[in-house]
């Protein structure tokens, strides 16, 4: 197990600059999950720390080592694809110990360590087969297991859930989830996935743009967002952004959405952008504010109430069955704690 | 109605197209089964009267290529000589090239494909006399070395394009996989990408065995008296100027030396027309 240290990492790929002077700190042990829209550079920079792609200046260190020139397969590092990038020719066992036999492990070892990774991710049964004979999710517990048996201190994910259909994505986390409270490795995860990232991580970085928007624990970056980007990147329905103004008694106000919020958010007067997300909209009877239902969307076990509130439109989850009929007023409340306020500039949170 | 009609048509031109290319064949082939008495006598079209093998036989082992009587059998030798290591070896380097340029892309890669691409397109006469001069100054001239050198040459454009694109395809995360499994570039190459390239290497042993069996000028310049492939002797059989021209001996040595890669057309049909699109798609 080591710890994964980015120092001023600049990565430069076909004349444009895709990361500049990243600084970037993974714990020992820590499930650290890139999150990002696509092009935002977290594949690149995984790519990097593997060593399958060259940076132009910085550092990347691996348990204190620096690893600038050190060949991909001399880093400790295990990897595991999107593609899943099974050697096709090969069984599952010979898919697995390709690795340790170029390594010149002996067989026993090799046996072992084949043997205990099947058994981890139920392979045992499988092993004789090529991959072209496997589903999608046995292709990936099989790409999976190719980096178990490296016994890496390092295991790097590249979008390894995406190219699987919905409930094997779910039933694939949570394996990998049991995966790492079981060998307490330090994992790089990559996705454009929010949930497996709040799911998942011990830590979130979000990315835009090839650079870091906030680092922070999966309910950090939920509740607390640096930014809109963030904020509007996480959570589904995304956050409710409503422009306005913030007076000195830290009163917002927006039309016919005002809000008292804490003593502590009030200041100079200013333009301000609040944050609500949609669970912290509660619709109930002579709540402050008023509104029309403008669209309800039934989600199974709860529903999404959208909220026409002068010309803003909020989305609002509802955990009951009330039935809301589209055009009817209604009032709700929002929670003044849990709110946030960017500035409207900058985008930063205030 | 109209349909069926378009469909009859479609079908008379089809079947007289096909008789207009096997009707060679056909007046080659019962020629190649009438003697000599019956070939004056009769249409060239018409069936043998009394079929006979004896042309084929005079033109396996005795029918003159030169100097020397034994038939084409020799050149047929010469030929699989000269094809077999002309077929292997151009594929073998022209997989490590296609594998290189698309998986380790050293610098100046496409400058290189390009260039190598640019060979293709010069026409095979020009480069002869230089040729000859290079493997004189080599030493090897008239060789079945240099006969297999010189087809080597030839061969790289098409056999490293074939690869490439065939590697194009291949999804990169693969090639990372297995560097980060700690494989070089031989083992890589050895182990990973060739055991996947059946495919490929079946369109390009087709198209480099046709062309090479079908050579007629290079064997002639390069392959030296002894190596003559059958392309050679074949030509040596039809134009001899003395005594009678035996139609039936001409015509069996030809249909024995269009047999192989005849056979090869029949055999792998679809293997072939995959090679032509493999080749015409992707630059």
């Given amino acids: 197990m080591s710890n994964v240290h980015l120092r001023k990492l600049c990565i430069t790929l076909g004349g444009n600059q895709v990361i500049r002077d990243l600084d970037l700190e993974v714990k020992e042990g820590e499930f650290l999950v890139l999150l990002g829209p696509s092009g935002c550079g977290k594949s690149t920079l995984l790519h990097s720390i593997a060593g399958l792609i060259d940076t132009s200046a910085g550092a990347i260190e691996i348990g204190g080592k620096d690893m600038s020139g050190i060949d991909p397969s001399e880093r400790g590092i295990g990897m595991v694809f999107q593609s899943y990038a099974l050697y096709p020719t090969m069984t599952v066992e010979k898919n697995m110990s390709f690795g340790l036999r170029i390594a010149g492990l002996p067989k026993a070892e090799i046996a072992r360590r084949v043997g205990r990774a099947a058994s981890m991710l139920h392979l045992q049964e499988l092993l004789q087969r090529k991959p072209g004979q496997l589903s999608g999710g046995q292709r990936q517990r099989v790409a999976i297991g190719r980096a178990l048996v490296r016994e890496a201190s390092v295991f790097l994910f590249d979008e390894p859930l995406s190219n699987l259909d919905a409930k094997l994505r779910a039933e694939l986390r949570r394996e990998l989830k049991l995966l790492h409270q079981a060998l307490r490795s330090t994992m790089i995860y990559v996705t454009h996935d929010q949930v497996e990232a709040m799911t998942l991580a011990t830590r979130i970085v979000v990315m835009r743009a090839g650079e870091v928007q906030q680092v922070g624990t999966p309910s950090d970056v939920y509740e607390r967002p640096a930014n809109m980007f963030v904020a509007g990147f996480l959570g589904a329905p995304a956050m409710n952004f409503v422009s306005g103004e913030l007076d000195a008694q830290g009163r917002f106000g927006a039309g016919p959405l005002a809000l008292q919020l804490d003593a502590a958010r009030a200041g100079a007067q200013r333009a301000a952008v609040l944050g609500v997300r949609p669970e912290h909209i509660r619709i109930e009877a002579g709540a402050a504010l008023a509104g029309t239902v403008a669209l309800v969307e039934p989600m199974g076990n709860h529903q999404i109430v959208w909220i026409a509130c002068g010309e803003h439109l909020l989305s609002s989850i509802v955990q009951d069955t009330r039935s809301f009929a589209p055009g009817a007023p209604l009032a709700f409340a929002i929670d003044a704690q849990r709110v946030s306020l960017f500035d409207p500039d900058s985008g930063r949170a205030l | ?283």
Avoid at chain 2, 128 to 157: D, E, K, N, Q, W
């Fill in chain 2, 1 to 283: 109605m109209n349909k069926r009609v378009a469909r009859i048509g479609i079908y008379v031109f089809l079947f007289s197209a096909a008789l207009f290319f096997l009707l060679p064949l056909y007046v080659m082939l019962v020629t190649s089964l009438k003697s000599m008495d019956e070939i004056r006598a009769g249409s060239i079209f018409a069936l043998p009267l009394a079929a006979t093998l004896e042309p084929w036989r005079q033109a396996w082992s005795e029918v003159c290529t030169g100097a020397a009587c034994e038939g084409v059998r020799a050149g047929f030798w010469n030929s699989v000589a000269i094809t077999v290591p002309s077929t292997i070896l151009p594929i073998l380097l022209g997989a490590v090239n296609g594998y290189a340029l698309s998986f380790w892309r050293p610098r100046g890669a496409s400058l290189l494909f390009g260039l190598l691409m640019a060979g293709a397109f010069i026409p095979v006469q020009v480069m002869i006399y230089p040729l000859v001069r290079l493997l004189a100054a080599m030493g090897v001239f008239g060789s079945l070395p240099a006969i297999v050198l010189v087809h080597l040459i030839f061969g790289m454009p098409v056999m490293t394009m074939l690869f490439r694109n065939y590697y194009a395809g291949v999804p990169h995360e693969l090639f990372q996989a297995a560097r980060i499994d700690g494989g070089g570039f031989w083992r890589i190459f050895a182990q990973v990408m060739l055991p996947m390239s059946a495919p490929i290497i079946v369109v390009a042993a087709i198209m480099q065995v046709t062309g090479v069996w079908n050579d007629y000028i290079l064997g002639l310049v390069f392959a030296g008296r002894d190596n003559l492939p059958m392309t050679v002797q074949l030509n040596n059989v039809i134009n001899t100027t003395t005594g009678t021209r035996l139609y039936n001996v001409n015509m069996a040595a030809t249909i024995l030396t269009a047999l192989v890669p005849l056979a090869i057309y029949f055999l792998s049909g679809r293997w072939f027309v995959r090679g032509i699109a493999a080749g015409a798609v992707k630059g």
